[in-house]
């Protein structure tokens, strides 16, 4: 007869150590925590997904979730999101045919909607209509799909033509930012400042953050003092 094995979903347990992770982020100087939600489809990797992102909000109440939905329907899982706690809803434009609807829906649900572009995509992509309606945009600067990825210089400057565009709007860079790459997002305008690998992987995570929190803030304070 073959021999018991006992195999614990992990799905169901209570992600612990993520949680743990998260919080000492938010206790570290983080702000929130950007969530990378994958689906195999619109980009090669599949990530987390709702039942993990529930865990990270049970917790640690209170958690601000930044969900980028790097997915091919985008629409299907704002309500899945939304009851598993999320905060802040990204969806890629390239994604999606009826952004202006997907943004209602995302609002209704009482979470903050962001539009992001990958790479190829120009910031024309993101109409006046879109940009005024969301709450934040996010340009890639690595394709989506992984982290560690190399920091694409060529993507800069879609960050100053937002900015142009949408004064009073978070601008969210995500994709190889680091200490090494800040000062081209902050000089260009974006106040948001996603980092995996830079913060994760250092010895004192709490550094670096406050090194991308300390270039951000003097960007914004010299960019206020010219209007
Ligand atoms: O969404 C993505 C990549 O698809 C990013 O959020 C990266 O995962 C950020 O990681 P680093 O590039 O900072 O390592």
């Known amino acids: 007869m073959p021999s018991t094995i006992i195999a614990p979903s992990v799905l169901a347990s209570d992600f612990g150590q993520l949680a743990a992770e998260c919080k000492r982020m938010i206790k570290g100087g983080a702000h929130w925590l950007h969530m ?16 993990v992102l529930a865990c990270v909000s049970k917790g640690v109440p209170g958690i601000f979730m930044d969900c980028h939905m790097m997915v ?46 990958s790479p190829d995509t120009p910031s024309t992509a993101i109409s006046d209509e879109v940009g005024e309606l969301t709450d934040m945009l996010i340009v890639m600067t690595v394709y989506p799909g992984r982290g560690g990825q190399k920091f694409i210089e060529r993507c800069v400057p879609k960050v100053s033509e937002l900015r142009a565009r949408f004064p009073d709007k978070d601008i969210e860079v995500d994709g190889g ?48 003092a010219k209007h």
């Not at 999606?96 to 909607?113: C, E, G, Y």
């Not at 930012?177 to 992987?201: E, L, R, Y």
């Not at 004192?204 to 953050?209: F, K, L, R, S």
């Open 36 to 51: 990378d939600v994958m689906d195999g489809h619109f980009v090669p990797n599949i990530t987390l997904g709702a039942p």
């Open 72 to 117: 091919s329907q985008p629409e299907k899982w704002v309500d899945e999101i939304a009851d598993a706690g999320g905060s802040l809803y990204s969806f890629h434009i390239e994604a999606t045919s009826d952004p202006v609807s997907l943004i209602h829906s995302i609002h209704a649900r009482n979470m903050k909607a962001g539009v992001a572009i």
């Open 177 to 224: 930012v680091g200490p090494k790459t800040i000062d081209a997002c902050a000089q260009a305008g974006s106040n948001v400042i996603v980092a995996g690998t830079a913060i994760f992987g250092a010895n004192e995570p709490e550094q670096v953050i406050a090194t991308l929190r300390s270039v951000v803030d003097a960007a914004q304070a010299s960019a206020s």
